[in-house]
């Protein structure tokens, strides 16, 4: 973490070699070996003396000193300076994304530390930059992997959230529309090209990559017009009848994305109206989907089946100066070869940002028993009750009903095949009548005729109008009862370890 590639002249590693580079890979490479837990590691602590020194590390210095060096060696391929090629490149991004996501997962001093400030920043812009780069490389798939797990384990907190709203200044060039918005716009926008633009080895990772999305939501206070966009054009895409057919878990990715509108129009309605436009000008989409027809052939044959990516959408979207479009593997390159991910309901758990009502009940319960007993007895009795606190197995199951009011279709551990499975009428049922339409459903019911009286009345034409009357709106009183927030925490478990050894070595 103390190495600094960069130096003090330009141009300074044309001049003399730099040792310290391979000893500093090597010496990465070797304490990624020795924090491997191994495979016959039990549930108490760990045998490994150097995961636990790891997880004994405390002190703010020692934080930041790793932060900071991380940081600055994941930036240093990306820098740009006046004088083409004067700083030596470094490229041992991968062991530092396994080195940093090995310190946030078993040292959770740490992973509080990067999420306290805007110092996490610094991380997520270059691994976004690293996954905008190797969407269509399939020989760089483990990567891709690695930098979505990431993203997962931070989403699950809730400065995480907070801290993406900081206005984001293009500091590193990428192949992404040029916007003008926060760090949460251009997570947007890069998740979109992923799931649009990328290979189709990289589609296990939606459900991440939505989850994270719904993680995020509830603290996004403004997003941009063009995030926006994207993220409407995901509901669009994700929501056609030959998707949603095509295969038994696409329905899932429609209740994500949802789900993640519902939390911004519950929680963060008044600084969103530019997605609140959108959704009204897209308001077509929502009522198709709520109007699915359950007869298959009507279904899709209602809609030719169309890519996911916009047409025209290079001539649309203006990629930023300076960036380069992503490039496939060259010829003969070897094709990472890494065992299937576990499902991202074995990836996360449910973990309410309120406490529940059975919860506060206990908890009362508790009290009162305390109270009639020993003040000892107590502690032991009490549920957690604080915001983020862990759900016990029984209690994770009632919150994911609480969420969304009925119980959630749930994902299939059996894999199916085109060959081996075929929608039917009761298959669309059983998750239609499920769908998290209400909020979306109750909002335009309110906005659409409004719009639409005042573009007739004062004869509007340009949408500036139309954004500041929403802007200036409200619908307090007018939604339904907002709902529990629901976050997915990552949970540790033997398959990411096995992928994790796998993609090590």
Request: hydrophobic share 40%; charged share 20%; net charge neutral.
């Given at each position: 973490?103390g ?7 330009p141009?300074n590693?044309?001049?003399w070699?730099?040792s310290?580079?391979n ?31 790891l997880?004994?590390i ?22 740009q300076?006046y ?17 940093f ?5 078993h040292?959770?001093?740490f992973?509080f ?11 997520i ?10 969407r269509?490389d ?5 990567l ?11 989403s ?8 993406l709203n900081k206005?984001y200044?293009?500091?590193v ?5 040029v916007?003008?918005?926060s ?12 799931i649009?633009?990328?290979?189709q080895?990289?589609q ?11 993680n995020?939501?509830?603290y ?7 995030a ?5 054009h ?5 929501s ?13 990715l ?6 993640m ?9 008044d ?5 609140v436009y ?9 009522h198709?989907?709520?109007?699915l ?7 899709v ?9 916009r047409?025209?959408?290079n ?14 593997a060259e ?16 990836l ?8 529940s009502?059975?919860?506060?009940d ?24 604080q915001p983020?606190?862990e ?9 994911t009903?609480?969420?969304?009011g ?25 998750w239609?009548?499920?769908l998290p339409?209400?909020t ?8 659409v ?5 005042m573009?007739?009345?004062k004869g ?10 929403l ?5 307090v009183g007018?939604l ?26």
């Amino acid at each position: 973490c103390g190495y600094d590639p960069a130096g003090v002249l330009p141009y300074n590693h044309l001049l003399w070699a730099d040792s310290k580079e391979n000893l500093v890979e090597l010496a990465l490479q070797v304490l990624i070996v020795t924090l491997d837990e191994g495979a016959n590691q039990s549930d108490g602590p760990s045998d490994n003396l150097f995961l636990n020194y790891l997880s004994r590390i405390h002190r703010e210095e020692d934080f930041e000193f790793m932060l900071s060096g991380i940081t600055r060696l994941l930036m240093n391929p990306l820098v740009q300076t006046y004088l083409p090629g004067s700083q030596r490149k470094v490229n041992f991004h991968q062991e530092l994304l396994i080195l940093f996501w090995k310190l946030c997962e078993h040292n959770r001093k740490f992973m509080f530390h990067v999420l306290k400030s805007s110092n996490v920043l610094e991380v997520i812009v270059p691994i976004l930059h690293y996954l905008i780069d190797s969407r269509a490389d399939h020989s760089k798939v483990g990567l891709m992997h690695i930098g979505v797990f990431i993203l997962l384990l931070l989403s699950g907190e809730r400065n995480f959230g907070v801290r993406l709203n900081k206005p984001y200044t293009a500091t590193v060039p990428m192949d992404i529309p040029v916007f003008s918005g926060s760090h949460a716009d251009l997570l947007i926008i890069v998740f979109h090209k992923i799931i649009t633009t990328g290979h189709q080895r990289l589609q296990p990772l939606f459900d991440c990559l939505l989850t994270i999305l719904c993680n995020i939501s509830p603290y996004l206070k403004s997003m941009s017009m063009t995030a926006a966009c994207k993220l409407i054009h995901l509901v669009e895409a994700f929501s056609t009848p030959w998707f949603l057919m095509s295969n038994q878990t696409n329905h899932n990715l429609v209740f994500f994305l949802l789900e993640m509108l519902n939390n911004i129009i519950q929680y963060q309605f008044d600084g969103n109206y530019n997605l609140v436009y959108t959704m009204i000008r897209k308001r077509t989409v929502f009522h198709q989907l709520a109007n699915l027809p359950t007869d298959i052939n009507k279904a899709v044959n209602k809609k030719i089946k169309k890519p996911l990516s916009r047409q025209n959408s290079n001539n649309a979207d203006q990629s930023m100066e300076g960036s380069y479009p992503a490039k496939t593997a060259e010829p003969g390159t070897l094709e990472t070869s890494l065992i299937k991910l576990p499902r991202i309901e074995r990836l996360t758990e449910g973990v309410s940002a309120h406490p529940s009502q059975k919860q506060l009940d206990r908890l009362t319960q508790a009290m009162d028993s305390s109270s009639m007993e020993s003040r000892n007895s107590f502690s032991s009795e009490v549920f957690p009750v604080q915001p983020g606190a862990e759900l016990n197995q029984s209690e994770e199951k009632e919150e994911t009903r609480d969420a969304f009011g009925k119980s959630r279709v749930k994902r299939s551990d059996s894999n199916y095949t085109a060959e081996g499975w075929r929608p039917t009428p009761e298959w669309i049922r059983s998750w239609k009548n499920q769908l998290p339409l209400q909020t979306v459903m109750r909002m335009l019911q309110v906005l659409v005729p409004q719009v639409e009286k005042m573009c007739i009345d004062k004869g509007l034409t340009d949408e500036s109008e139309i954004l500041r009357f929403l802007q200036n709106g409200t619908l307090v009183g007018l939604l339904p009862v907002p709902h529990p927030i629901l976050i997915r925490r990552y949970q540790a478990n033997p398959g990411t370890a096995m992928w994790f050894r796998t993609y090590m070595w």
